[in-house]
């Protein structure tokens, strides 16, 4: 095999277009080999195959600098980078590659750690400003797929590259998709300038002052080289657009783009999957939930932003849904502030997103939407450890970064029922910005009784009374409440079990009362503790007697973490968290 022998770059320059037709092919087999047998982005990445032999073929990095988009599209270029080990090895060498661009992996050829979308060309510009500073000649290449170019950073990014009117190349992977399908002004003018072969009177690229190049022939490695020979060296803002296929080489990626987007590992003779448990899932029970309610009420509207599964929103659904459902692409600020002014405007708007794309979103839910008292409500998805693991799209961060808003207001429900009674008191009330934490552990059902409305300010529900040590237990982390609250039984301990409900303010009359009979309060959130729920409740206590132990994790930068582990780093085991009750109050 040609890739096998393929360690850097470099190797790719003496081979003839025939041979590198070669190494696309099996670049590409090695790309399907990983995914099939680890999961992973699977469309995105066969579509760029061909490109990414092309551009290494003419550029020379690392001398040159590429700057890949969110990384869906950044296998092959790992492949040829010496990391095709991690492609055509077994499971474990595959767990040793992470699926996004990491100079922790690969600091040569690697520029940025990147996972969010919207951020090569921003990225770029300033390897761009400080290659013109220092006076060095390499070339300055991101890579941006046309889904991406919906995000307001990609949007920044090109207005300054178009201001600095020096060397960059942006190669603009047009494949017609996003994670589902394209939402924007924008796209109407890519549709143009393919179905004109580039040459459409209105081109949005020149408006910005860019040189403009396209080729329809975007799976085709010689025209690619060509392409990208003509630009190469240039001293001008350029973008470079290529019109590709998603999934390109694997028909059932290419029939079915959208659910091949990304994907747990599959048969590669047929692209099945092994036959799932059938299990209930949060995603399901709300789209479900709202179609329903939508069929009620017509100002109901369920927005998504660019992941509409994330909702439970499938093609068929969207389409169920009509003008009830709206995606912004991926447009997480867009998709506050237009909820803001919805509300404003008499309508009830439900955004739901998962907790590592609402980080990009702090400033517009402070101004646009809590400083306006706007009664939108905003599902958060997949927060927590048992989620999303890799650096780029740690789920831990949006209790400290919600609950630091003023006029927000964060409930976490602890089971099923619990969540869709916040949820219709959310939709229903007018006076505030509600955000729900979508339990992360699963669906769990209760048959005891849940509250059917909520007070804007704080009031916790005492599960069970009892003495020395009270347990305050927030959203997906109850249920460990509870088993501390037994373990803590078999050792003597009647333990109060409280269930907050309320992550943004301490109910201060439930903490008060905790001072007559209590040593120890126990605090537990599925999340980062630093600046989170639980310190809440250690510095209402800090001029007391009462002692508190705040349990979460410890702020870090984790990286594909094993979720035992990171629980027992943190000291967070149920054995853990009831030997260091012991220790303190015996």
């Known amino acids: 095999m040609y890739i096998e022998r393929i360690q850097t770059p470099a190797d790719l320059k003496g081979l003839s277009i025939k041979e590198l037709n070669i190494v696309a092919d099996e670049t590409r087999a090695a790309v399907l080999n990983r995914v099939s047998k680890h999961g992973g982005h699977v469309g995105p990445n066969l579509g760029f195959v061909e490109a990414t032999v092309a ?16 990384s869906h599209q950044c296998y092959p270029h790992k492949v040829l980078t010496g990391r095709a080990s991690g492609f055509l090895g077994n499971v474990d060498d595959m767990n040793a590659i992470s699926g996004y661009s990491s100079p922790a992996e690969s600091p040569v050829y690697d520029n940025f750690e990147v996972g969010h979308t919207s951020t090569s060309v921003s990225l770029a510009t300033g ?118 296929e998603k999934g390109h080489g694997f028909a059932p990626a290419v029939a079915d783009k959208e659910p091949w987007h990304w994907g747990a590992p599959f048969n590669m003779e047929d692209g099945s999957r092994p036959e799932a448990p059938v299990m209930e899932s949060y995603e399901e029970l709300y789209s479900n939930w709202m179609l329903n ?82 009664p939108a409500v905003i599902n958060v998805a997949w927060g927590g450890m048992n989620t999303m693991n890799d650096i780029t799209h740690i789920c831990l961060f949006d209790i400290p970064m919600l609950c630091s808003i003023p006029g927000l207001i964060y409930l976490a429900p602890t089971n099923c029922e619990e969540y869709f009674a916040m949820l219709r008191w959310a939709i229903l009330q007018d006076k505030k910005p509600i955000a729900i934490r979508i339990p992360s552990n699963g669906v769990i059902h209760t048959t005891d009784d849940v509250d059917s409305t909520y007070t804007y300010e704080p009031k916790y529900k005492i599960a069970h009374k009892g003495s020395e040590v009270a347990i305050i237990a927030a959203g997906s982390f109850y249920q460990k409440g509870e088993n501390v609250a037994k373990l803590l039984s078999n050792n003597g301990i009647d333990a109060t079990l409280i269930n907050p409900r309320y992550l943004h303010a301490v109910d201060a009359e439930a903490l008060e009362e905790l001072k007559a009979n209590h040593k120890l309060v126990v605090t537990l959130e599925d999340g980062c503790k630093d600046g989170g729920f639980g310190e809440r409740i250690a510095s209402y206590y800090s001029t007391s007697d009462m002692k508190v132990l705040v349990g979460g994790v410890k702020k870090d930068l984790y990286d594909r973490f094993d979720v035992q582990k990171l629980l027992a780093d943190n000291r967070l085991s149920d054995d853990q968290i009831v030997e260091d009750v012991l220790q303190i109050v015996r």
Not at 55 to 70: C, S, W
Not at 332 to 349: H, Y
Request: hydrophobic content about 40%; charged content about 25%; proline content about 2%.
């Open 55 to 70: 551009l290494h073929y003419v550029f020379n990095a690392p001398e040159d600098k590429f700057v890949f988009d969110v």
């Open 127 to 244: 390897l761009q400003k400080a290659r013109d500073i220092k006076g060095g000649k390499e070339n300055i290449i991101a890579i941006i797929g046309d889904g991406s170019l919906s995000g307001g950073e990609a949007f920044e990014g090109l207005d300054e590259a178009s201001e600095l009117g020096t060397g960059i190349i942006i190669v603009v992977n047009d494949n017609e998709m996003s994670i589902a399908e394209n939402h924007g002004g924008i796209y109407k003018n890519l549709k143009a300038l393919r179905e004109s072969n580039g040459q459409c009177e209105l081109n949005w690229f020149k408006a910005w002052g860019f040189e403009y190049k396209y080729l329809e022939e975007g799976n085709n490695v010689e025209k690619l080289i060509e392409t990208f020979q003509s630009v190469k060296d240039t001293d001008k803002p350029t973008i470079v657009h290529i019109h590709t």
């Open 293 to 374: 309610e939508m069929k009620k009420d017509p100002t109901l509207i369920a927005i998504t932003a660019g992941t509409p599964t994330a909702a439970g929103f499938t093609a068929a659904k969207r389409k169920e849904a009509g003008k009830q459902h709206i995606d912004m692409g991926i447009a997480e600020e867009q998709a506050v502030a237009m909820a803001s002014g919805m509300a404003k405007g008499g309508l009830r708007p439900v955004w739901t997103v998962y907790s590592t794309f609402i980080q990009r979103t702090y400033d517009q839910i402070a101004q646009d939407l809590c400083i306006n008292s706007n």
